[in-house]
T-cell receptor
Framework: NAGVTQTPKFQVLKTGQSMTLQCAQD?????MYWYRQDPGMGLRLIYY???????DKGEVPNGYNVSRLNKREFSLRLESAAPSQTSVYFC???????????????FGPGTRLTVL | GQQLNQSPQSMFIQEGEDVSMNCTSS?????WLWYKQDPGEGPVLLIA?????ELTSNGRLTAQFGITRKDSFLNISASIPSDVGIYFC???????????FGTGTRLKVLA
C-alpha cells in the first residue's frame, strides 16, 4: 500500500497562475483533508471531505477550491495564485469518518509550493 | 480560534537522555494525537489517545491524555539520533471534524 500520495512534490508559480494539487489514497478511507503548513503556524485545515460527494470549508479556505473526484482522490485548486499561498500543502485521509470518536489521520508527503 | 500551546518549542538533548514535551489547550478535547515529522516529509502518526488519563506506549514513546482533558504529554525514553525531527500534537473535540495542531517541538539530539 502506498498510503496517501501527492503530486507534484514541488511547484513554482507566478502570481495569477492556476494549478491543481492532486491527492490519492489507497486505504479505502471515507474522509480526506487538505492542510497548509507555514513556519511557526502548525497545520491549518483548508478544506475537508467527510465522504465522497461532500466537501466543507476549514479554517483557511479563501483562494482555494476542492473536488472530491471519487473515494480515492481529493484535489485542491488554486485559481489565481498569490504569494501568500506559498506554503507546504499536505493531504490527509482518515477512517472511520470525520465525526467518529476514533479518527486517526494519515498524511501524504506534501507539496512544496512557491508563488513568486 | 482555539489554540494549542506546545512546549518546548525546541530542545537539544544528549543521546540516551529522556525527553518530555506537552500540549495545553484552552478547550476540552476528547482525542489527542501525536505525530513526528522528518524534514521534507509528511507527519507520521505515533500515538492516539481517546480517554482522559489514558497512558499509551509505542516503543520508547509514551503519551498521556491529561485528566483535565485540556492537556497531553509525550515522553521519549533513551533518545537516539533518529529521534531528530518535529513532534506535533493535535487535539479534537467530540462531534467535530477538525483537529487543532500545536506549533511543534523541534528535537535535536547530540550524539
Amino acid at each position: 500500500n502506498a498510503g496517501v500520495t501527492q503530486t507534484p512534490k514541488f511547484q513554482v508559480l507566478k502570481t495569477g497562475q492556476s494549478m491543481t494539487l492532486q491527492c490519492a489514497q489507497d486505504m479505502n478511507h471515507n474522509s480526506m483533508y487538505w492542510y497548509r503548513q507555514d513556519p511557526g503556524m502548525g497545520l491549518r485545515l483548508i478544506y475537508y471531505s467527510a465522504s465522497e460527494g461532500t466537501t466543507d470549508k476549514g479554517e483557511v479556505p479563501n483562494g482555494y477550491n476542492v473536488s472530491r473526484l471519487n473515494k480515492r482522490e481529493f484535489s485542491l485548486r488554486l485559481e489565481s495564485a498569490a504569494p501568500s499561498q506559498t506554503s507546504v500543502y499536505f493531504c490527509a485521509s482518515s477512517e472511520p469518518g470525520a465525526l467518529s470518536s476514533y479518527n486517526e489521520q494519515f498524511f501524504g508527503p506534501g507539496t512544496r509550493l512557491t508563488v513568486l | 480560534g482555539q489554540q494549542l500551546n506546545q512546549s518546548p518549542q525546541s530542545m537539544f538533548i544528549q543521546e540516551g537522555e529522556d525527553v518530555s514535551m506537552n500540549c495545553t489547550s484552552s478547550s476540552i478535547f476528547n482525542t489527542w494525537l501525536w505525530y513526528k515529522q522528518d524534514p521534507g516529509e509528511g507527519p507520521v502518526l505515533l500515538i492516539a489517545l481517546y480517554k482522559a488519563g489514558e497512558l499509551t506506549s509505542n516503543g520508547r514513546l509514551t503519551a498521556q491524555f491529561g485528566i483535565t482533558r485540556k492537556d497531553s504529554f509525550l515522553n521519549i525514553s533513551a533518545s537516539i539520533p533518529s529521534d531528530v525531527g518535529i513532534y506535533f500534537c493535535a487535539g479534537r473535540t467530540s462531534g467535530t471534524y477538525k483537529y487543532i495542531f500545536g506549533t511543534g517541538t523541534r528535537l535535536k539530539v547530540l550524539a
